[in-house]
C-alpha cells in the first residue's frame, strides 16, 4: 500500500520539504500532495481564469473556490492529513482544512509550537497526534506506516 498524506498549512517555510524528504530517506510508502503553495497564484487564480473582480471580496471569493476544489479533494483522498501551523501568520485556511479533515474523518497530524497551545486546542483534540517539528511526523509516519519505532 502506498500511504497518502496531505500537507497542509503555512507556506512560509521548508517543512513539507522536510517531512518528504525526511519520509524519502527512511523508504517509506508515501505519495505526499498539498495546496497551492505559491501565495500569489492561490490568491490571484480566480480572477487569472475566470475575470477581474472590481471588489476584493469577490476577487478572494474566486480564487479560494478553486482553491477549494483542489484542497477538497486532496483531503478526501488522503489516508493521513497533517496540518502545520506556522509562527509568523495566522493560518485560517489550515484551520478549516483541519475540521474538514476532521469532518471526514481522516486521521490528523497537527504540528505547531508551543505558542498555539492555548489558541489550537480544539485543533489538538480533534488530532490523532500533536508534533511540534517535522522530524517528529517523519517519525510518526514511519511508525503507522512501516510499524517502526527504531
Known amino acids: 500500500m ?39 497564484a492561490s490568491d490571484d487564480c480566480g480572477v487569472a481564469i475566470l475575470g477581474a473582480e472590481d471588489d476584493k471580496f469577490w476577487h478572494d471569493h474566486k480564487g479560494a473556490q478553486m482553491n477549494a476544489i483542489r484542497t477538497r479533494t486532496l483531503i478526501e483522498a488522503a489516508d493521513i492529513v ?28 497537527v504540528m505547531h509550537g508551543d505558542d498555539h497551545q492555548h489558541a489550537l486546542k480544539e485543533v489538538d483534540a480533534a488530532a490523532l497526534a ?9 517519525q510518526i509516519l514511519k511508525y503507522v506506516i512501516a510499524g517502526k519505532l527504531a
Open 2 to 40: 502506498i500511504w497518502s498524506v496531505y500537507l497542509s498549512g503555512e507556506i512560509h517555510s521548508n517543512w513539507r520539504q522536510e517531512v518528504e524528504q525526511g519520509a524519502e530517506a527512511l523508504g517509506l510508502a508515501v505519495q505526499f500532495s498539498a495546496p497551492v503553495t505559491d501565495h500569489a
Open 82 to 109: 497533517v496540518v502545520r501551523f506556522g509562527e509568523k501568520y495566522k493560518q485560517w485556511n489550515a484551520a478549516f482544512d483541519a475540521g474538514y479533515a476532521a469532518a471526514r474523518n481522516k486521521p490528523i497530524i
Open 130 to 138: 500533536v508534533a511540534q517539528t517535522p522530524a517528529q511526523v517523519v
